[in-house]
């Protein structure tokens, strides 16, 4: 069973979204807070699998309460909402260390599909549509000289502990490159690259792929377009 947070201060929105999650013989909601606030409290009280995390709420946001929540070290992994396909938001909830994010008018399939992804680790959002949202705010990253480049990647301690290997796996998978695409560009198994992506996320902290392809860009490992 699946538990979930709902955290949105529309009060009708929260209705919908708990209709839906509840349809589901897989889902529970434990609670729904209105703002940032009550949900990194709710989040520490009951430890559901997902928040579903709106990005725009009165007091603390949506973002900031992200960030509380993944610095905790708590299980509990957040789904962004926003309400554009490439809102700036969206890229600060993606650097808080939300595991994903879905707009707002998805249909209820993709909404209950990228739960139960987020629930068991996986990143809801594409590489390739991550790599575009990196690359519309490249502006953000921080990292840069004053010429406008990367500093050196090995000036990132998070690199230090991979392998040559891993190094250039994690520069492809900023890059957008599926496992798929990894396994055949490079000539290796899908099974080993898998392998290989487990270590990456385990050794330099990321706590998905998402996280890793933001690492990617952060080091310099990836130069934004």
């Known amino acids: 069973m699946t538990t979930v947070l709902i955290a949105d201060d529309q009060p009708l929105q929260r209705f919908g979204f708990r209709m839906l999650l509840e349809s ?10 209105a703002n940032g606030s009550e949900a990194i409290r709710m989040t520490s ?16 946001d949506g973002i900031e309460a992200t960030r509380r ?49 987020v629930a068991t680790g996986d990143a809801v959002v594409a590489p390739s549509l991550t790599r575009r949202l990196l690359d519309a705010y490249v502006h953000h990253l921080p990292k ?23 190094r250039e796996i994690l520069t492809v998978i900023g890059q957008g490159w599926t496992n798929t695409e990894i396994a055949t560009r490079l000539h290796l198994a899908e099974s080993t690259v898998k392998t290989h992506v487990g270590r990456i996320l385990a050794k330099t902290g990321s706590r998905d792929r998402i996280q890793a392809v933001i690492l990617a860009y952060d080091s310099g490992l990836v130069i934004p377009s």
Request: aromatic share 4%; charged share 25%.
């Open 24 to 33: 589901q013989d897989d889902m529970t909601v434990l609670g729904e807070a």
């Open 45 to 60: 009280e009951l430890h559901p699998d997902v928040v579903l995390m709106d990005v725009r709420m009165p007091g603390l």
């Open 69 to 117: 929540i993944t610095a905790s070290g708590d299980r509990t992994r957040v789904l962004i909402l926003t309400t554009f396909d490439l809102d700036e938001y969206a890229y600060a909830g993606l650097r808080a260390g939300a595991s994903g994010f879905l707009v707002k008018d998805a249909q209820p399939e993709e909404l209950l599909s990228g739960i139960r992804a």
């Open 144 to 166: 840069q000289n004053p010429a406008g480049t990367p500093e050196p990647t090995a000036l990132d301690p998070r690199l230090a502990p991979l392998t040559d290997r891993e």
